[in-house]
């Protein structure tokens, strides 16, 4: 700009008129330097630095286990992003490690896959703790016990709901207690006979360790029970994961959760975006996607889609080769039609480079990535509050809404 300048203004003393800049250029010179400019910093460069602060401020959440270690019979209340699920893997493995025969137990496989993950070095060294879904538990030691019934085709809730649980009591008679410490995640999922049943596994169940983290305003399957368990309570006051927008929106879905306050107040606002359910909504999430990974360098890991039902019923799954431009999703819990293929937690295949996980607001409580985007979410939903709470907390850097 000065060397253009130089010329324009620094030539002989009667410059031709091919060196002079004219209309035009004036004009276009006036633009350049009048005009704002808007500097934004990418996605990604956020995400960056949003994880290294969540990394100090789980390690500041880690010190509230320390503080709590004398006390055997807990449960641990906190909203959700107040890091509760790695809190509760914390506990395990102390527990683990100070010789305690521990059970970490949780409702959702892939919540169940990811303590498993954070715990496995401990596992591997002491023997404990042992992860496990609760249905997987019961189906596990209905097997050693014998008591394992047919498994019906195709499987209706009951057996979930009653089925299951019963083969594990029948087991509990036959093969006994076996641990001296119980930890469960997400304990609002939880019915109160399999928490009943749960404490029948520890050796002395009114007198051996037992925390259960749990946040009521997440109880989507059925209603929370643990305070009738008589627990003392400890309360988690702190929002690590969600910047200041995505706690502000969140919490306005769902006042009945315990107060939180966010620690990182800074953010970007949540986005909002209109479309109609079916090919618009595709449409859409093509677009979202297609700028987030290619226009804010996103890496796909770093990005998760929920849908507000199951993926069955939903249009986007059902995407030819759920391809959406360059952008794949992925879940490798369920087939190409969305139908779930009852796999254990150890036994669904790693999730391969350069995919977006895609799954219901429902299996992925409990869970987390960068940048979440929800769609497919129906108003007529009596549990749409609960749904766009549970879903939008999950976002550690930025929440888009497709509704």
């Not at 800049?21 to 330097?33: F, K, N, W, Y």
């Not at 404990?128 to 499987?155: I, N, Q, W, Y």
């Not at 431009?325 to 969305?338: E, F, H, I, Y």
């Amino acid at each position: 700009m000065r060397r253009s300048s130089a010329r324009w203004t620094c030539g002989p003393p009667t410059p031709s008129a091919a060196a002079r800049p004219g209309a035009a250029g004036v004009e276009l010179l006036t633009d350049l330097l009048a005009s704002p400019v808007e500097l934004r910093s990418l996605l990604r460069s956020e995400i960056r630095e949003g994880e290294r602060l969540l990394v100090q401020m789980t390690a500041r959440q880690a010190q509230v286990l320390r503080g709590l270690r004398t006390n055997r019979r807990m449960q641990i209340l906190g909203a959700a992003g107040t890091g509760k699920t790695l809190l509760a893997a914390e506990k395990a493995r102390q527990l683990a490690r100070e010789g305690f025969d521990t059970l970490l137990v949780c409702f959702n496989q892939p919540l169940a896959r990811l303590l498993g993950e954070l715990t496995e070095e401990t596992a591997r060294s002491h023997g404990h703790p042992t992860v496990s879904t609760f249905h997987g538990l019961c189906e596990d030691l209905a097997r050693e016990a014998g008591t394992m019934p047919e498994k019906p085709s195709p499987v209706d809730p009951r057996w979930f709901d009653t089925t299951l649980p019963a083969a594990l009591d029948a087991a509990i008679g036959i093969i006994g207690p076996r641990y001296h410490a119980l930890v469960i995640d997400e304990g609002q999922d939880f019915a109160p006979d399999w928490l009943e049943s749960l404490q029948l596994l520890l050796h002395e169940p009114a007198d051996d360790v037992l925390y259960v983290f749990h946040d009521p305003a997440q109880a989507i399957f059925r209603d929370d029970t643990v305070e009738r368990l008589g627990l003392a309570t400890y309360f988690l006051e702190d929002n690590c994961r969600n910047p200041g927008p995505i706690h502000d929106w969140a919490a306005a879905h769902a006042p009945d959760a315990p107060p939180t306050v966010a620690l990182r107040e800074e953010g970007r606002p949540v986005e909002r975006i209109e479309a109609a359910a079916g090919a618009e909504t595709v449409e859409a999430l093509r677009k979202v996607l297609h700028r987030l990974t290619v226009d804010e360098d996103v890496r796909p890991w770093d990005i998760a889609v929920l849908v507000g039902g199951s993926l069955e019923d939903s249009a986007i799954w059902a995407v030819p080769g759920h391809r959406f431009g360059n952008a794949v999703l992925w879940n490798g819990q369920v087939d190409d039609a969305g139908r779930n293929l009852g796999l254990a937690a150890r036994d669904v295949p790693d999730e391969p480079p350069d995919v977006i996980v895609c799954d219901s607001i429902r299996r992925f409580k409990g869970l987390e990535r960068a940048v979440i985007v929800l769609c497919e979410l129906k108003a007529n939903d009596p549990r749409l509050a609960r749904l766009l709470y549970v879903g939008g907390s999950r976002a550690k850097q930025h929440l888009v809404v497709i509704r």
